[in-house]
């Protein structure tokens, strides 16, 4: 096992193309396994993406290329499990399950995420264009909390004008209550649903937080 520090980890992620999305300290209530050395995970480490950064070190992986099913599952797994056995923890994906782990819920112990009215987490500087792609527990402890992790800057959608988001779907799939798949994977699959699978979802696209994300 390896010593830790943030700087270290961050660094490590970046050669893939992950960001470290923060931290916070789990209770017992989380229910995480044990680590394997038997000792109690002191700190939850949130690993993801933002923005398209990470696609051209995907894109070069085995796992792209390889023809098999959930290339990006894989991927993620493959640069988690090392990272946790490097540093003496647990990988967890927010593919596995069930039971699912609860990353939105860790999301917003661990940085200033919101939900949006797509029902996706909205970051302030990130907007949509972020995910969560794995986390690790480990045994060395969390940092302090940020300022914007203590008071993340709740309504960013309720003090969005117009909410463009809403009307930019073609076929009315988010309501702002609901995602209505069926009909988002209707479209997708016709000859008109190939500006979204081309460029992106047009509702998401519409959302003026981090545009050029």
Known sequence: MTSLTEQQLATALATQGLS???????????????LPQGQVAASVWMVGVIGSGFWPHFKVSPCYSDGLPHALDRWSRTIGEDLAQQFGGLALFPFE???????????????ATEPSRMLLRIHPQHGLWHAYRFALALPQPAPAPGTAVQAPP?????????????????????????FLLDACAAHLHSGRGQDCMQGGCLARRACPVAPDL
Not at 26 to 34: C, F, K, Q, V, Y
Request: glycine share 14%; with cysteine; hydrophobic share 35%.
């Open 20 to 34: 470290l999305r923060g931290a916070f300290a789990p209770t017992p209530a989380d229910g995480l396994p044990l």
């Open 154 to 178: 709740a309504g960013l959608c309720a003090r969005c004008s117009g909410q463009p988001c809403l009307g930019a779907c073609p076929v009315g799939a988010y309501t702002g209550e609901a």
């Open 97 to 111: 399950g069930p039971p699912y782990w609860p990353f939105q819920r860790w999301a917003d112990r661990a940085e």
